[in-house]
């Protein structure tokens, strides 16, 4: 390990030697351990450097990465310099906080982390989640970002970014996860979620489930923010995909006149909706592209300026990993990120869209508080054989746990450790006409990512 790297990892030992409740598995979700009144004395000590750009601040369940994500690439694409934050991270810690798709660098955290060392003796309780998204308001202001897309850690009324006046909102969709912390229903865990709108700060909202859908507009009716629902506001469609990614297109209410014409036209009408790609898989995907594109559209009204190759560009060039990410194309080897039930759905109906038919050979490991017997529920009647394994996360669920509640479910299923010997297994028996798919985390799916491209460094892909 050279000098840096010993620096790199002592500065994150550092980080992780405060309140983690990443780590825990059991917590209340009050305003005692998520205190916005400590953050805000934090970021008071360092001058607020929060407040010295413009942020897009995104909430929700499932989606608000890849939103966060395309918002930041469109706007790093038009020229503009845009931080994005975001968590967990895939490999590499430096990769919470980028600047125009670049993280951080190692030696670039090692000299922050020494800044703010002296300032946590100040602020008592302050949590590890806190002081990394106090770092990235840090360097995003001396590095000089004109926007900054942040995304919000867990729930969203008392996370720690949830001290910014934004530019924007945006409430991606919400689904069932975290419940012993966020509430047990739809309009519980919306409240939360929406607990980023602020008073007469626009919000869009993606497609949502009516009682989530309720929930939200009556949060951002009693702070009078203008609201902007994906799917009356700004309409859209998939229009084709591939193994490559996809397009899909985008239109207003205005143009729905000329979008039938379009239609009864097979395409052949001189007029046609904005038609954008992706390199990003699923029809989620769609959903999470057309909430990001109504989000800019709405900050273009305020003075954004971004041409339609800005958007065209920043869209086809945005990176996303580990979400439906597509290793080896043949035979093929998937990656997800899933790990609800709502996302389970998602991925499976996204497997029978590009990999009709094929018998899946499953590798799946989630955290012990998840909703895993829900995620079976969707992923197995489409799953030929289970492997079962666990990553090194302290909250990662028995790998022979998963073994039997698989039986449970009619499937062939075993316990394979470590990650390496489940995928190298998997692949083995998924042969030349299975998919391989593996998910259920993205501790998982990162480990698969990294081991996969150990295993092809000196031999060309598929």
Same mark, same amino acid.
């Given at each position: *390990?050279?000098?840096?790297?010993?620096?790199?990892?002592? $500065?994150?030992?550092?980080?992780?030697?405060?309140?983690?409740?990443?780590?825990? /598995?059991?917590?209340?979700?009050?305003?005692?351990? @998520?205190?916005?009144?400590?953050?805000?004395?934090?970021?008071?000590?360092?001058?607020?450097?929060?407040?010295?750009?413009?942020?897009?601040?995104?909430?929700?369940?499932?989606?608000?990465?890849?939103?966060?994500? *395309?918002?930041?690439? &469109?706007?790093?694409?038009? +020229?503009?310099?845009? +931080?994005?934050?975001?968590?967990?991270?895939?490999?590499?810690?430096?990769?919470?906080?980028?600047?125009?798709?670049?993280?951080?660098?190692?030696?670039?955290?090692?000299?922050?982390?020494?800044?703010?060392?002296?300032?946590t003796e100040k602020v008592p309780e302050i949590t590890?989640?806190?002081?990394?998204?106090?770092?990235?308001?840090?360097?995003? $202001?001396?590095?000089?970002?004109?926007?900054?897309?942040?995304?919000?850690?867990?729930? +969203?009324?008392?996370?720690?970014?949830?001290?910014?006046?934004?530019?924007?909102? &945006?409430?991606?969709?919400?689904?069932?996860?975290?419940?012993?912390?966020? +509430?047990?229903?739809?309009?519980?865990?919306?409240?939360?979620?929406?607990?980023?709108?602020?008073?007469?700060?626009?919000?869009?909202?993606?497609?949502?489930?009516?009682?989530?859908r309720l929930k939200l507009e009556e949060i951002a009716?009693?702070?009078?923010?203008?609201?902007?629902? &994906?799917?009356?506001?700004?309409?859209?469609?998939?229009?084709?995909?591939?193994?490559?990614?996809?397009?899909?297109?985008?239109?207003?209410?205005? #143009?729905?006149?000329?979008?039938?014409?379009?239609?009864? $036209?097979?395409?052949?009408?001189?007029?046609?909706?904005?038609?954008?790609?992706?390199?990003? *898989?699923?029809?989620?995907?769609? #959903?999470?592209?057309?909430?990001?594109?109504?989000?800019?559209?709405?900050?273009?009204?305020?003075?954004?300026?971004?041409?339609?190759?800005?958007?065209?560009?920043?869209?086809?060039?945005?990176?996303?990993?580990?979400?439906? #990410?597509?290793?080896?194309?043949?035979?093929?080897?998937?990656?997800?990120?899933?790990?609800?039930?709502?996302?389970?759905?998602?991925?499976?109906?996204?497997?029978?869209?590009?990999?009709?038919?094929?018998?899946?050979?499953?590798?799946?490991?989630?955290?012990?508080?998840?909703?895993?017997?829900?995620? @079976?529920?969707?992923?197995?009647?489409?799953?030929?054989r289970v492997i079962a394994t666990q990553s090194s996360?302290? /909250?990662?669920?028995?790998?022979?746990?998963?073994?039997?509640?698989?039986?449970?479910?009619? /499937? $062939?299923?075993?316990?394979?450790?470590?990650?390496?010997?489940?995928?190298?297994?998997?692949?083995?028996?998924?042969?030349?006409?299975? &998919?391989?798919?593996?998910?259920?985390?993205?501790?998982?799916?990162?480990?698969?990512?990294?081991?996969?491209?150990? *295993?092809?460094?000196?031999?060309?892909?598929?």
């Amino acid at each position: *390990m050279n000098d840096i790297d010993k620096k790199y990892q002592e $500065s994150l030992d550092f980080l992780y030697s405060f309140i983690d409740y990443s780590l825990k /598995r059991n917590f209340r979700y009050a305003e005692e351990k @998520f205190n916005l009144a400590r953050m805000r004395e934090f970021m008071h000590l360092l001058g607020d450097p929060q407040n010295d750009y413009q942020i897009i601040h995104v909430a929700g369940t499932k989606g608000k990465g890849s939103v966060s994500a *395309m918002c930041a690439s &469109v706007l790093s694409a038009q +020229g503009y310099q845009t +931080g994005l934050y975001t968590s967990p991270h895939m490999v590499d810690f430096t990769e919470r906080i980028q600047i125009n798709g670049s993280h951080i660098t190692k030696v670039e955290l090692v000299e922050f982390i020494d800044e703010l060392k002296p300032l946590t003796e100040k602020v008592p309780e302050i949590t590890t989640f806190e002081l990394t998204t106090a770092l990235a308001f840090l360097f995003f $202001s001396r590095r000089k970002v004109d926007y900054a897309v942040m995304e919000v850690g867990l729930g +969203g009324r008392l996370d720690a970014t949830n001290i910014v006046n934004p530019l924007i909102s &945006v409430i991606t969709s919400i689904s069932y996860d975290h419940v012993k912390i966020l +509430g047990n229903t739809l309009s519980e865990i919306a409240g939360e979620k929406g607990g980023i709108i602020k008073p007469n700060i626009p919000v869009v909202i993606a497609p949502q489930k009516e009682e989530a859908r309720l929930k939200l507009e009556e949060i951002a009716q009693a702070n009078h923010a203008p609201t902007i629902q &994906v799917g009356r506001d700004y309409l859209y469609a998939a229009d084709a995909h591939s193994l490559d990614g996809q397009t899909f297109l985008v239109w207003t209410p205005d #143009e729905q006149p000329l979008v039938d014409e379009f239609i009864e $036209s097979a395409g052949r009408d001189i007029w046609s909706p904005l038609r954008l790609r992706i390199p990003l *898989m699923g029809f989620h995907q769609v #959903e999470n592209a057309a909430t990001a594109y109504a989000t800019l559209k709405t900050i273009e009204k305020f003075g954004v300026d971004l041409t339609q190759g800005a958007y065209r560009k920043g869209f086809a060039k945005v990176q996303w990993p580990g979400r439906m #990410e597509i290793l080896r194309s043949h035979p093929p080897l998937v990656i997800d990120s899933a790990h609800n039930r709502y996302s389970a759905l998602k991925l499976r109906q996204a497997m029978d869209d590009y990999f009709p038919g094929l018998p899946i050979v499953l590798v799946f490991g989630a955290s012990e508080d998840k909703d895993i017997e829900g995620m @079976f529920q969707e992923l197995l009647p489409r799953v030929w054989r289970v492997i079962a394994t666990q990553s090194s996360h302290p /909250r990662s669920t028995d790998a022979n746990t998963l073994v039997n509640l698989a039986h449970q479910f009619g /499937r $062939s299923a075993q316990a394979i450790l470590p990650i390496e010997d489940a995928l190298a297994a998997a692949l083995n028996e998924g042969g030349q006409e299975s &998919v391989v798919l593996v998910t259920g985390s993205i501790f998982v799916a990162a480990a698969a990512r990294d081991i996969y491209g150990k *295993m092809t460094q000196n031999t060309p892909q598929s």
